[in-house]
């Protein structure tokens, strides 16, 4: 009877979950974030990243970025290295247990090598492709960096890379990754078990504008719009509420939720 009542209780760990901000971009365009907005209008995003924690674990998701080419292309302001920004949330980068990458995105994928203990996790048919096929001549490798690639097989070959095969499939007790968005090639998102839930969207869902106007992010391709739209309604399904569905690069959510410096208290 004791032991059953311990094991429940084991079962049942709460995670708490917090938004970190990595850096600031102003004045992006609208159109590239949500499909089908008015071409000039323009909104202040940011690049984050997310710690979950609780059941002996401190996981990361996404890993931010560092590589200095993607500064010259991309607008990056109020830059704090990822694993700087994760002791403003009291947890060393050796104490990071796990790195889940929504997508190989350079402003995701790019941190992976900056946690040394870290067992990275990213979708099987993700880095398969951006291992191989993205780099032939028909393929597409638009905004994956070359040496977050050698980086993700370096991790293959040292043991500390987990493949993640498919839809809805479980990777620590209560953490659920979820397919279909198709932001890239294959993408993944994250529902959070507790009371109440979370949906970690990354890029399936660049804003909560997507989520209310019913509009897609960028996708692989365009032919993948209806897919993403479909992905967001079982996102709000998964989270319970639009509300506890949190986009990729929303600023809003360092308002929505307590937030002190660069860290919001999400859960
Ligand atoms: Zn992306």
Not at 130 to 158: C, F, K, M, S
């Amino acid at each position: 009877m004791l032991f059953a009542a311990f094991s429940a209780a084991a079962s049942a760990s709460e995670y708490s979950i917090q938004a970190i901000l990595i850096a600031n971009s102003p004045g992006d365009a609208v159109a590239g974030l949500v499909m089908g907005a008015p071409k000039d209008e323009k909104v202040d995003t940011v690049y984050a990243l997310w710690l979950i924690r609780g059941g002996g674990r401190n996981i990361l998701f996404d890993s931010g970025f560092h590589r200095e080419r993607w500064f010259k292309l991309w607008t990056v302001k109020n830059y704090l290295r990822p694993e700087e920004a994760v002791r403003l949330a009291g947890v060393n980068p050796e104490q990071v247990t796990d790195v889940v990458i929504s997508h190989a995105h350079w402003d995701h994928m790019g941190g992976i090598d900056l946690f040394p203990k870290a067992i990275v996790w990213i979708q099987k048919d993700e880095f398969l492709y951006y291992t191989g096929p993205a780099w032939q001549p028909t393929g597409d490798h638009g905004g994956i960096d070359p040496d977050d690639v050698q980086q993700l097989v370096r991790l293959n070959t040292e043991g500390r890379l987990r493949l993640v095969n498919g839809d809805n499939i479980e990777l620590f007790p209560g953490i659920r990754a979820y397919t279909g968005a198709r932001h890239t090639f294959a993408s993944q998102y994250l529902r959070i078990d507790g009371h109440p839930p979370f949906v970690l969207a990354s890029d399936s869902v660049y804003l909560y504008r997507n989520l209310a106007e019913h509009k897609p992010s960028a996708t692989f391709t365009t032919a993948d719009y209806p897919a993403n739209l479909k992905a967001q309604e079982r996102m709000v399904r998964l989270a319970g509420s639009p509300d506890r569905v949190i986009p990729g690069h929303d600023a809003l959510q360092f308002q929505k939720f307590p937030t002190e410096g660069r860290v919001a208290k999400i859960k």
